[in-house]
Structures are given as C-alpha cells and as structure tokens.
C-alpha cells in the first residue's frame, strides 16, 4: 500500500476517508435530524460514479482506510454496485455505519461484495424507547439485522450508541450484556452539536463518557489499552470477555491531535475536519471541463493546508456547527 501523500501543516497524516453516499435516512433519531427533513435534490448529490472516483483518488493518495456513512447508506439505490467497486481497491479496511434496519435482506450481500467492517447504531433495547428515540425504526428489524450481520462473517462489528441523560443512560448495563452476549464490540458516544435542532436542549442530554464509564465500571472492570484508531475513540477491554468497549468523547476528551481523517459529504463537500466549515469544493472539480484525475488529486492534496488544528465543540448546548450529522458523515 501506497504511504499516505496527504499530511497537514500540523504534521498530521491522512489516511482514512468518511464518505457519505446520501443525506437521506428512513429513521429520524432526535440527536441527528428534525422531525421534518428536506433532502438534497438529486442533481446536487454525487453520482455512485463520482463517489467511486473520489474513493479511487484517494486511494491513490494513500488512503488506507474508507467507511461508507450517511444518512443512512442501505437507503441508496444500488448501493452494492459502489461497495463492490470500492472493494477491488484493495482496502486495509472498508467499513460502513448503518442503523441496521436493512441489514436483514443485505448483509450478506454487503460481506460477499467486499466490505469488511460495520458498524450499527442502537440505542435502545427497549422497543418503545427505540422507536422514541428514531421515530420511525423498528427495535426487532435492527436486532434481526445484528444477527444477520453475524450470520454473514464480517470481520469486525460494532454497535454505536448515543448517550442521552434521562433518556437511555439507564440501559448502558444492558447495552454491554447484550454486546457481550453477541460478541460484538460497542462504543458509546457523547451527542455531538451538529444542526439547529428547535425541539432538542443538547447541553440538558449531554452524558459525558466519564460519566458512562463509571456506569459500566460499577457491573465491569475496564481494562485501558494503548489501542489507537487516529480517532476519537479510546478503548477498554473486559477480563471476561473478548469485547472492546470504546468511548467517544469530543466533549470531555479533545482527540484533534491524533486525527487522520476527512470526510467528503454527498454533495461532495471535502470536510477537512467533523467540528468546522473548512472545507473545498470536490464536486464543481468533478463536474467541470475538462475533468481529470490530476487535478482532482492535486485539489485533494492542496486541501491539506485547510485542515484546522482543532475543533471548539461546547458542551452547553449551543450549535456552532450548522450541518446536520446526516450531512456530514457521522
Ligand atoms: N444512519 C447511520 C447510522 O445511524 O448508523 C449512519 C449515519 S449516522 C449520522 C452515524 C452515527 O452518528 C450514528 O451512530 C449516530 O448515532 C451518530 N450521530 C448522529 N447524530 C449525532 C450527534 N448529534 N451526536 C453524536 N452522534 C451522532
Ligand atoms: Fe438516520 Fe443515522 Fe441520523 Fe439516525 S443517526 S437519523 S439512522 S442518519
């Protein structure tokens, strides 16, 4: 694999690239979007053909690393065809975060088309509170898509789950039975600013991971590792399971230092960094004449200059970002 071309003016290297393939979701989690959403029209999303390129320039790069995100990426018509061809890349790791409720019918069509990793959000295992929680999504089809995700051998899967004071905090003992008894790895995230949400208070839900650790240390022993993704996250393992848990903390924990990755959004926005409005322009590079692949790389590597030392999230609950997670890529 090629080293990574990318580095930043803080000596950061990229190597690992967040796509999101639609704004679109068929759940509407309270954290992550208004009850009413308006989508993007079509003509302003990247094509699976403009996405694919993206993904093979930044291969090119030395990317080593691409998640598919969204939205929710199962919801995108002919979503195999761009995981199949984003899978002859040769990938050290190819990943997606989905909210499982298509997992059911494609898993394993997702595993036999190349990806290697996912990751499924579940926040609750109560079926009521879930379906507060997504207003629209069904508990039983996400535990079925858990299973199926399972069945189909991928080689890693992890649950993601979003702490809310008051809301699921009391079910994170059940979260890590439940992950321990499938034998899946789960990392609890603290709610991120991201989009003016009128009907939501962000600082009034904010359940800090030190707060969520001393949960789970009051059932489990947490034994830290030194185990580094180059992201947010940091891990602890159990004496008596196998089990990761991880903690993602852009509140109480600042990770800027370490960060190794951009996102590009589905309208083609580079975002050099998840906390900031840095960002260029890929999709007017792909559009325009004529297009080619020098100057879509060199525009990428010229992107490196942008990339902000660290972000400013605060934790009382005022917005300083005004894209939504189902813009951004979460
Ligand atoms: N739809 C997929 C899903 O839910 O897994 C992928 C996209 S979703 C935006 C990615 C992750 O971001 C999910 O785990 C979700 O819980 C998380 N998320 C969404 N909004 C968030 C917020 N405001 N703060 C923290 N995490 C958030
Ligand atoms: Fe959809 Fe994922 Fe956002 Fe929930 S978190 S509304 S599943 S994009």
Same mark, same amino acid.
């Given at each position: 694999m090629a080293m990574s071309k990318l580095t930043d003016r803080f000596g950061r290297t990229v190597n690992y690239v967040r796509l999101s393939v639609t704004d679109r979701c068929d759940f509407r989690c309270v954290y992550c979007m208004a009850e009413e959403m308006t989508f993007l029209p079509r003509q302003q999303v990247l094509t699976l053909e403009e996405i694919a390129r993206v993904a093979k320039t930044f291969v090119s790069l030395g990317t080593e690393k691409i998640r598919l995100t969204g939205g929710e990426p199962l919801v995108r018509k002919d979503i195999l065809e761009l995981v199949r061809e984003i899978g002859t890349y040769g990938l050290r790791d190819f990943a997606m975060t989905t909210n499982g409720s298509q997992l059911p019918a494609m898993a394993e069509k997702l595993r036999e088309a190349g990806l290697k990793r996912l990751n499924i959000s579940l926040d609750s295992l109560d079926a009521q509170k879930f379906a507060s929680i997504t207003r629209t999504g069904k508990l039983s089809q996400v535990l079925d898509g858990i299973d199926a995700a399972r069945d189909a051998g991928f080689e890693g899967i992890k649950l993601n789950t979003v702490v809310m004071k008051g809301g699921n905090d009391h079910e994170v =003992? /059940?979260? %890590? @039975?439940?992950? !321990?008894?499938?034998?899946?790895?789960?990392?609890? %995230?603290? @709610?991120? =600013?991201?989009?003016? %949400?009128? @009907? !939501? /208070? !962000?600082?009034q839900a904010l359940c800090t991971s030190? @707060?969520?650790? /001393? %949960?789970?240390g009051q059932h489990h022993e947490l034994i830290p590792t030194a185990e580094d993704s180059g992201g947010p996250a940091r891990y602890y393992r159990m004496s008596d399971s196998p089990i990761k848990v991880g903690f993602i903390s852009p509140h109480s924990h600042n990770f800027c230092s370490t960060c190794n990755r951009v996102r590009v959004t589905v309208e083609g926005r580079l975002l050099l960094c998840l906390g900031n409005e840095h960002s260029v322009d890929l999709r007017r590079v792909l559009r325009g004449h004529p297009v080619t692949d020098d100057k879509l790389r060199q525009t990428i590597i010229d992107s490196m200059d942008l990339k902000p030392e660290r972000h400013h999230f605060s934790s009382n609950g005022d917005v300083q970002i005004l894209r939504f997670m189902n813009m951004t890529g979460g």
């Open positions: =003992p /059940d979260l %890590i @039975e439940f992950a !321990r008894k499938k034998n899946v790895n789960i990392t609890f %995230i603290e @709610e991120m =600013p991201l989009g003016e %949400i009128s @009907e !939501r /208070d !962000r600082g030190d @707060e969520v650790r /001393d %949960i789970v």
